[in-house]
T-cell receptor, first 113, second 114 residues
Framework: EAAVTQSPRSKVAVTGGKVTLSCHQT?????MYWYRQDTGHGLRLIHY???????EKGDIPDGYKASRPSQENFSLILELASLSQTAVYFC????????????FGEGSKLTVL | GQQVKQSSPSLTVQEGGISILNCDYE??????FAWYKKYPDNSPTLLIS?????DKREDGRLTVFLNKSGKHFSLHITASQPEDTAVYLC?????????????FGEGTKLTVSS
């Protein structure tokens, strides 16, 4: 069965601190994504990647960096966390880009104080 | 601007009734359309999807209707049940080579009352 795991599942960070959210998939998928969930906004794409060592900007990349060191791993990095980045973050993988089924992780709830 | 829009943030339907969830999109080049379901504190899961070469797809109690000229698609759930209560996210994608990305709407919270 498809498996996407995220860590940490929950984190409290201070404003200006660095936060790294990690994602690991065992689906052998080329595509991986980071989405952010906010009430009233659904899921918004932050960064995505379709090959190791390469990342692409999504619709709301400002304030976020991404890293894809291997096919299995995709990280989202907040160098200077801000209050507005409090949200639930979902990682996903897919076999066939945006037109394939996305398999989501459990979500990471980030609270920036 | 929002490329994929769900104008109704919430919908309440009686058990046994038909739930109709709507989605509008801006880019007439989108060629893939999907509906995802999300329970509270859970991750979204794919319900049903269609390509732009069909106008309708059925899967059990679910039917997706695609109106390309109106840039609109909808999800109909017949015989709605309390376990259908969830947030439904519509999504669309434009297949551009190897970098296709799925764009989601804001979500509609469906409540099926018994």
């Amino acid at each position: 069965e498809a498996a996407v795991t995220q860590s940490p599942r929950s984190k409290v960070a201070v404003t200006g601190g660095k936060v790294t959210l990690s994602c690991h998939q065992t689906n052998n998928h080329d595509y991986m994504y980071w989405y952010r969930q906010d009430t009233g906004h659904g899921l918004r794409l932050i960064h995505y990647s379709y090959v190791a060592d390469s990342t692409e900007k999504g619709d709301i990349p400002d304030g976020y960096k991404a890293s894809r060191p291997s096919q299995e791993n995709f990280s989202l990095i907040l160098e200077l966390a801000s209050l507005s980045q409090t949200a639930v973050y979902f990682c996903a993988s897919s076999e066939a880009g945006g037109t394939g089924q996305l398999y989501f992780g459990e979500g990471s709830k980030l609270t920036v104080l | 601007g929002q490329q994929v829009k769900q104008s109704s943030p919430s919908l309440t339907v009686q058990e046994g009734g038909i739930s109709i969830l709507n989605c509008d999109y801006e880019n007439d080049m989108f060629d893939y359309f999907a509906w995802y379901k999300k329970y509270p504190d859970n991750s979204p899961t794919l319900l049903i999807s269609v390509r732009s070469n069909v106008d309708k797809r059925e899967d059990g109690r679910l039917t997706v209707f695609l109106n390309k000229s109106g840039k609109h698609f909808s999800l109909h759930i017949t015989a709605s049940q309390p376990e259908d209560t969830a947030v439904y996210l519509c999504a669309a994608a434009l297949n551009q080579g190897g970098s296709a990305k799925l764009i989601f709407g804001e979500g509609t919270k469906l409540t099926v009352s018994s």
